[in-house]
Nanobody, 124 residues
Framework: QVQLVESGGGLVQAGGSLRLSCAAS????????MGWFRQAPGKEREFVAT????????YYADSVKGRFTISRDSAKKTVSLQMNSLKPEDTAVYYC?????????????????WGQGTQVTVSS
């Protein structure tokens, strides 16, 4: 069992930066693929970024590549998403998610555990 709590959302102007954090509890964190997804009003939940259990590999949606960076600290049981050069189209509720070690975590169906979400709003 893994419990996830996100923090760090807020309101920012276009071009600004935010850093999201996800605190995990549960003894299997070190063996989980961790990811971030987002969901805008009226749209389906979409993949943003994922990091493998070892931290060696990361994957990004094309829409955020070069602007967002995912990282994990297994000792602290946290996963972060640094978001730079934010755009109004990045506005959404952002969710932290955990899945088994054998998935890449690029689909919501890959993931077993979800946080409650944190709102990110980017004004133009």
């Amino acid at each position: 069992q893994v419990q996830l709590v996100e923090s760090g959302g807020g309101l920012v102007q276009a071009g600004g930066s935010l850093r999201l954090s996800c605190a995990a509890s549960g003894r299997t964190f070190s063996r989980n693929t961790m990811g971030w997804f987002r969901q805008a009003p009226g749209k389906e939940r979409e993949f943003v970024a994922t990091v493998t259990w070892s931290g060696a590999d990361t994957y990004y949606a094309d829409s955020v590549k070069g602007r967002f960076t995912i990282s994990r600290d297994s000792a602290k049981k946290t996963v972060s998403l640094q978001m730079n050069s934010l755009k109004p189209e990045d506005t959404a509720v952002y969710y932290c998610a955990a899945g088994p070690s054998y998935v890449l975590g690029m689909r919501p169906s890959d993931m077993d555990y979800w946080g409650q979400g944190t709102q990110v709003t980017v004004s133009s």
